[in-house]
């Protein structure tokens, strides 16, 4: 077989192949693009079907068939127009001319008797390139819009095109001037098989290749949603989802619909605004419900509110994908393009792997935000543990004195009936029945906190009378405390709760420098607020403590238990003090170097008539 | 054996002096201290019977007061009081002689005492 026939039967048989996968596609869904490309590539089919027949002999050569052949390969390059009509607009003009145009030359062809005059030629070869550079152009255009697999396949139709064209207007050129073996090789022939090659990559690629082309796409989409599991809130994820979704497939936008069980609903949201969507006679329903990828032309049915937004937006079709993990339904991820995608199967696959990626993504985040909460329930009851131990402990120390002293007291009344009692283990045993009340009211005072019902009447008060008090009290008691202080801090206080407060902070000071070290309590009047600061130089707070301090239970990272006994609620009534007192309690400290609490209390009398 | 007298270590005034007024009315010899440091020196003064150790003290604690008993060799029974839950263990951890939870009853304390230290050798008060 020579090289010409060799090139000529290749050709052929990718036009026959193309056709033939064309043809299944229309079949299979009878859209307007599926049905325009079988057109497309059943002119050349039938125009070499004839080519057959005459070689074979069942047709006579001569001018009938010769003038079907022109006429299919200029029909070929009208529904080449026909079919960028589907993906992008053609003005009407164009499409009107095109009809007419071609109408005409096949006419011509088959009224004007071969040889054709030069002037027929001429028009039909500029008609024929013509379309095809048209159509180059626009399949050009189209695929920097495009992503993924369809990118890939409109680069290659553009290809295809503009080969063909090249290669026809090669041929007319040979046809007219006659330039020999290698013209008719080099740019008819080859840029023939060429463009074959080509429009069979870009109609009907193999699996394979549709999948190596889809893979970058993939794997950009992968490194975009990886870290989304962590954020924080559902709606960030989805908002990132979506977003990413939009860029893989270069369409307008894409949405996320998550099934509520209960209400049996998707749900989405836009702009913030959710809204849902039935399964029955919706895109995404129906998708859903048959958990496969779904595809409609025309705007999205269902929603009013959204058939709007769509409208306005020049919406043309919708793509959805199920969201499931294993046998988990999450819910339906859908896209909206502007035009009626002519590769939609294409499409669809890739929306499919992105709707599998998601539902990873989703299914992760859930099952982190789970163990969260989880934690965080542990946290709050091994708080809760640490608390009741704590105040056990408490509770446990006086109690221990009350049951000694007092089963010492019924002792020594039951050996020595006639001896006076020793007022001294009687007044202990008063005193440390006291302390347990104390203990006791501190526990209940974190629930008075709770209710806002710690502080009580108030009157004029006198911090700084107040500061000498409990310093006095504290340096007779414990040996230390000094106070810093000027005249009078006047203001409408609980004096018990006040008290109370200054009791706490000092207290806390000192048992909280165990090694002594000064505590200094200093008080002033500022900018109308009466100032309190309590300085020790103990063991401090660390840094990642310092939110907590005024918590409920909550006691330093750096307190060693075995050294502290404490229930951890003295510094979470304090703030419930000053805090009903309308004022502010803060904290400023040094690990290792001591601490000082800043208290903040509204001075001066707010007594009518004052 | 040391001269007889009990030590008894706590930081809380009132259990002390309620523990030892409990002991003295047996017919005990009692010294007290309040902290571990105390303890020490009070050791070092005398080597005590017994000391009957409060684990939860400032300064120095219980634990850290045993760990310098033992490497000063000093051998002296050891009678563990603390309030907290796990009182048992706390005195299996530092292998004391015997352990007290607080609250306890006069009649646990003197047992534990009679039992480690053997029966006063003063007069009952």
């Known amino acids: 077989m020579s090289t010409d026939l060799l090139f000529q039967y290749l050709t052929w ?79 009407l003009v164009v499409m009107r001319l095109s009809e007419a145009g071609l109408l005409l030359l096949v006419a011509g062809s088959f009224w004007l008797p071969p040889p054709r005059p030069l002037w027929y030629t001429l028009l039909s070869v500029t008609y024929f390139v013509g379309h095809q550079l048209y159509a180059t152009a626009a399949f050009a255009r189209e695929s920097r819009r495009s992503a993924g697999v369809t990118r890939r396949r409109m680069e290659a139709a553009a290809g295809g095109s503009v080969l063909l064209g090249l290669a026809f207007l090669a041929a007319a050129i040979d046809g007219c001037m006659g330039l020999g073996k290698w013209w008719t090789m080099g740019f008819f022939e080859v840029p023939y098989l060429a463009s074959a090659v080509f ?21 950009r989409f992968l490194g975009r949603v990886a870290v989304l599991p962590r954020l924080p809130s559902l709606d960030a994820v989805l908002r990132e989802l979506e977003s990413g979704v939009a860029a893989s497939l270069g369409v307008a936008d894409a949405g996320i619909g998550l099934w509520d069980e209960g209400d049996r609903r998707l749900r989405f949201t836009d702009a913030g605004k959710p809204y849902e969507v039935p399964l029955e006679g919706t895109t995404a329903g129906q998708s859903f419900l048959a958990q496969k990828p779904a595809f409609s032309p025309g705007p999205p049915r269902g929603d009013s509110a959204q058939f709007e937004w769509c409208g306005a937006g020049g919406v043309e079709a919708v793509l959805a994908a199920p969201i499931t993990i294993g046998e988990k339904r999450l819910g339906v991820l859908t896209a909206y393009v502007r035009r009626a995608p002519i590769f939609a199967r294409d499409d669809m696959s890739l929306l499919q792997l992105l709707a599998d990626q998601a539902a990873v993504v989703l299914e992760s985040h859930t099952l982190i935000a789970e163990s969260a909460r989880l934690r965080a329930r542990e946290q709050a009851t091994q708080m809760k543990e640490d608390f009741l131990s704590a105040a056990a402990h408490e509770l446990k120390t006086p109690l221990t004195a009350i049951l000694a002293q007092s089963q010492l007291l019924e002792r020594r009344a039951r050996h020595n009936p006639g001896e006076p009692v020793d007022l001294e283990w009687v007044e202990r045993l008063v005193n440390e029945a006291r ?93 109308g607020e009466a100032r309190l600061d309590v300085v020790d130089h103990g063991i401090g707070i660390p840094r990642e403590d310092l939110p907590h301090v005024f918590g409920r239970f909550y006691r330093g990272t750096n307190v060693d238990d075995r050294r502290f006994a404490g229930m951890g609620l003295g510094l979470h009534v304090s703030r419930g003090i000053v805090e009903e007192h309308h004022g502010r309690i803060w904290v400023s400290s040094t690990p290792g170097q001591g601490s000082v609490f800043h208290v903040a209390l509204p001075a001066g009398i707010q007594l009518m008539g004052d | 054996m040391g001269d007889g007298r009990i030590l008894v270590v706590d930081d809380n005034p009132s259990i002390l002096s309620v523990v030892s007024d409990a002991l003295v009315l047996e017919g005990y010899g009692v010294e007290t201290a309040a902290n571990g440091a105390e303890a020490l020196c009070a050791v070092e003064r005398a080597l005590p019977s017994l000391v009957v150790l409060d684990m939860r003290m400032p300064i120095l604690n219980g634990w850290q007061f045993l760990a310098e008993l033992r490497a000063r060799h000093l051998d002296v029974p050891v009678l563990v009081m603390t309030a907290a839950c796990d009182a048992r263990c706390w005195a299996e951890e530092v292998e004391a002689d015997g352990f007290l939870s607080k609250p306890f009853e006069l009649d646990e304390l003197l047992s534990a005492v009679g039992r480690l230290r053997g029966a006063p050798t003063g007069q009952r008060a």
């Open chain 1, 13 to 91: 048989t990718l036009f026959l192949l193309v056709f033939a996968a064309a043809l299944v596609d229309a079949v299979r869904f009878p859209l307007g693009a599926n049905v325009d490309i079988a057109l497309l590539f059943g002119a050349p089919s039938l125009a070499i079907m004839i080519n057959l027949a005459v070689a074979g002999g069942l047709v006579a050569p001569g001018p009938l068939p010769d003038a079907a052949n022109t006429s299919l390969m200029l029909a070929l390059s009208h529904f080449l127009l026909r079919l960028v009509n589907d993906f992008s607009s053609v003005p």
């Open chain 1, 435 to 527: 302390r347990m009340a104390g203990v006791v009211d501190e526990l209940l005072d974190v629930s008075r906190a709770e209710r806002g019902e710690l502080v009580g009447a108030r009157e004029r008060v006198d911090l700084v009378e107040v500061a000498r008090e409990v310093c006095g009290r504290e340096r007779q008691e414990r040996g230390r405390c000094r106070l810093e202080a000027n005249g009078e801090v006047v203001g409408d206080f609980d004096r018990i709760r006040i008290t109370q407060l200054l009791e706490e902070l000092i207290d806390n000071a000192i048992k909280y420098s165990p090694g002594g070290g000064e505590v200094v309590v200093k008080v002033w009047q500022q900018d």
């Open chain 1, 199 to 219: 429009y069979l990559l870009g109609f009907a690629p193999p699996a394979w290749l549709r999948h190596s082309w889809q893979a970058p796409e993939l794997r």
